[in-house]
């Protein structure tokens, strides 16, 4: 029975080094695998990161320059404002000029009347005053065409003016407006590109994480192989356990953990 049970016996000590070097493996494949997770991790936070960094400079200019074309809106406003109330104020002492016109005339032609119908001892009198009142028309009438023509001059000037500092506020909220429409542009590749780091990087976690759990489970079996053999060789042997460490590798065979949750599912 004893010679029978040698071979066996050497059989089982051969076998159980097959499968110490197996777990070995295994045991040097998981720390691989535990520390790619977390390269791959540390690497997809970084370029979100930077992507983080660039996107909110983009999106810090954006604001600004909405600000700047808020300004160019309100400088438009106030030069059209400007312009208008200029106008206004030009209009109004034209207007005041022809009123003044207007009573002159109706006042000759009043006196015209009268000295049509007056006695001859007032006639000489209301001529003298008539004459003064039509020079003093003539007078006003110079004066209301000078305003008028000085009127023209200037709504000409100031729309011109207008035209000039309207043409380059615009060409100015213009070049804003289309390098805000680049910059949103850009802020949402920027977001396009992260989702696709997310994406890839979720991906790569999964990967490595169902290839950890495929080696913790063959290092499982692996571990049930050397108790089974254990249970063999103590059948065989008449109740000797392996040599060279077999209680060293009892306790080793404890301390390998079983993955809780092998990676919590990030959010790189």
């Keep these: 029975m004893r010679s029978h049970s040698v071979p066996q016996a050497v059989y089982l000590e051969e ?3 097959r499968i110490l070097t197996s777990v070995d493996e295994l045991k040097q494949r998981i720390k ?6 977390e390269e791959s991790n540390h690497e997809a936070e970084m370029e979100r990161a930077l992507l983080q960094g660039e996107r909110e400079s983009e999106i810090a200019q954006i604001r600004q320059e909405q600000e700047i074309i808020a300004q160019l809106e309100e400088k438009l406003s106030e030069l ?6 200029e106008k206004e104020k030009e209009r109004v002492k034209l207007d005041a000029e022809e009123r003044e016109v207007q009573r ?5 032609h009043e006196l015209k009347s009268q000295l049509d119908n007056c006695p001859e001892s007032m006639r000489e009198q209301l001529q003298d005053h008539l004459k003064r009142e039509v020079e003093t028309l003539e007078s006003e009438a110079k004066l209301f065409e000078d305003l008028e023509f000085q009127q023209l001059e200037k709504e000409s000037r100031l729309e011109e003016e207008r035209e000039t500092v309207s043409q380059q506020l615009q060409q100015d909220k213009a070049e804003y407006q289309r390098s805000t429409m680049r910059r949103k542009d850009k802020v949402s590749a920027l977001e396009n590109q992260a989702n696709q780091i997310r994406y890839q990087a979720l991906q790569e976690c999964e990967r490595l994480t169902r ?8 290092l499982q079996k692996e571990k049930d192989k050397l108790a089974n ?13 392996f040599s060279k460490g077999s209680t060293a590798l009892k306790e080793e065979m404890l301390h390998i953990t079983e993955p809780n949750d092998i990676l919590e599912e990030s959010n790189p």
């Excluded at 002159?104 to 000759?108: N, V």
């Excluded at 053999?229 to 356990?241: N, R, S």
């Design 211 to 218: 290839e950890k759990n495929a080696m913790m489970q063959l």
């Design 32 to 37: 691989e695998l535990d520390q790619q997770l």
């Design 80 to 85: 059209e404002s400007n312009i208008q109330r």
């Design 104 to 108: 002159l005339q109706s006042h000759c």
């Design 15 to 17: 076998e159980r080094l």
């Design 229 to 241: 053999l254990e249970k063999q060789y103590f059948m065989v042997t008449g109740g000797k356990t």
